[in-house]
């Protein structure tokens, strides 16, 4: 069965560093998405992707973060100035479809920032 | 989007049937009702959709009553592995993009 990978599985990082989250979609999906959830608490729209640019973005995704699709298979979500409040669980998603019932989700990036 | 209201925790044991409700009151005509299941440190994983009656997949059963206002996620005979946390989601963001998760209800299986 096909599955959404993420890479790297762990980060940290050190306060206003930069950091880039990497996920492989799955490959016949055009619709792409990142969530977070910070520990114990729900998990967070963060933006979605489709046709090479942005869809949506939530009030989270402010100036700091980014997204690419730098070729045809990956998708980065790119934290520019990282803060402690940044520490959480980071999903990428992909879908098939646009009405964005079925998402199938990669096994998530735990960025930790000191 | 409609909101929706599921319990906190539930708890069971291995063998039993669970049955999750979930109320939802103000549903739109065209919103969908997906539940997702997220284990500890892993991305939720899509279980079963549904508009009305019962759908049913080799996962579990999604009873919708005709008035839509509330949905029952049915799990039979659980298992230690479906500790977890079980998510009812009505439609989706006003642009459609989107999923957006409430805080879920952990159910917890022992033997």
């Known amino acids: 069965e096909p599955e959404v990978t993420q890479t790297p599985s762990h980060q940290v990082t050190q306060m206003g560093q930069e950091v880039i989250l990497r996920c492989v979609p799955i490959s016949n999906h055009l619709y792409f998405y990142w969530y977070r959830q910070i520990l114990g608490q729900k998990v967070e729209f963060l933006v979605s992707f489709y046709n090479n640019e942005i869809s949506e973005k939530s009030e989270i995704f402010d100036d700091q973060f980014s997204v690419e699709r730098p070729d045809g298979s990956n998708f980065t979500l790119k934290i520019r100035s990282t803060k402690l409040e940044d520490s959480a669980m980071y999903f990428c998603?992909?879908?098939?479809?646009?009405?964005?019932?079925?998402?199938?989700f990669g096994p998530g990036t735990r960025l930790t920032v000191t | 989007l409609a909101k929706t209201t599921q319990p906190i925790s539930m708890d069971s044991y291995e063998g039993q049937e669970v049955n999750i409700t979930c109320s939802h009151n103000?549903?739109?005509?065209?919103?969908?009702i997906t539940w997702y299941q997220q284990f500890p440190s892993q991305g939720p994983r899509f279980i079963i959709q549904g508009y009305k009656t019962k759908v049913t997949n080799e996962v579990a059963s999604l009873f919708i009553p005709a008035d839509r206002k509330s949905s029952t996620l049915s799990l039979p005979r659980v298992s230690l592995s479906d500790t977890a946390v079980y998510y009812c989601l009505v439609g989706v963001n006003q642009a459609g993009t989107a999923l957006i998760f409430g805080k879920g209800t952990t159910l917890s299986v022992s033997s």
């Open positions: 998603a992909s879908s098939r479809d646009r009405e964005a019932y079925e998402q199938y």
């Open positions: 103000n549903i739109a005509t065209n919103d969908y």
